[in-house]
Each structure stands twice: as C-alpha cells, then as structure tokens.
C-alpha cells in the first residue's frame, strides 16, 4: 500500500458517517421546510424525492468543492484531490464527482478495479488520499 492509499473499510467508514451527517441535515431541513412551505405538510413522494436529491447533491457538493472533505472524511484525516496533481480538484470535477454518484449501484463499484476507486472517482478524476 502506497503511502497516502487508504483502504476500502476507510471509505467504507466514510460512507457511514456520511449518511448519519446526511440524515440528520435532511431531518431538520425537513421539519424547517414543514413549518414554513405548505407544500411539504402534505405528504408526497415527489417532494421527498426532490429535497432528498437537492440535499444529498449538496451535501457532497459544498463540502468537497469548499474544503476537499465531507464530515466522514475529516474524521477518517482523508480528503478528496485531483488524480494528476494530486492538488484540490477543480469546480467541474466535484461537480462530475458527485453526479456521479447517482448512478444506480455506484458504490459497489469499489470491487470492479484494483486501485479501489469507486466510479465518481474514476468519472472525475479524483482520488481520497490520506491527509498529510
């Protein structure tokens, strides 16, 4: 293992702690938007489809475009980079990242390639490496 690879129970870990920080941002802006838009007091799966989308693109999104880490990846001391330069990745590539990540089974993807990198990475060119 190279110096700064991780391995796939770090991502792994990532991925788990991302989801928790996801729901529970989801969950208030959830009860915010019930209290304030009488659209979201009626139950309707359009609407759960559409903020859930908006949220999780955001998520990923803010976080990696503005610090190269999401709330898992600043507890794992990993971060996002460029595959080239090994710097923070451009506007366009944490936008593709995380388009990529709708892609129905994305995540299992991981154990498709030997360089464990899952398809948002390999789409993007970009990597999670340890922090230095």
């Given at each position: 293992m190279k110096k700064n690879e991780i391995k796939i129970s770090t991502r792994f870990i990532n991925f788990l702690?991302?989801?928790l920080a996801f729901t529970i941002i989801a969950i208030i802006v959830i009860l915010i938007l019930?209290?304030?838009l009488p659209s979201f007091k009626v139950y309707s799966p359009q609407n759960n489809r559409l903020i859930t989308f908006i949220l999780?693109?955001?998520?990923?999104f803010i976080?990696?475009?503005?610090t190269s880490t999401t709330i898992g990846?600043?507890?794992t001391k990993t971060k996002v980079v460029d595959n080239n330069s090994l710097n923070r990745p451009s506007l366009l590539k944490i936008f593709v990242r995380t388009l990529s990540r709708f892609i129905p089974f994305e995540g299992l993807s991981?154990?498709?390639?030997?360089?464990?990198q899952i398809w948002h990475d390999q789409i993007s060119g970009t990597t999670v490496i340890k922090k230095f």
């Open positions: 702690i991302d989801m019930k209290n304030y999780y693109f955001s998520y990923y976080f990696e475009l503005l990846k600043l507890i991981i154990f498709l390639n030997d360089k464990k």
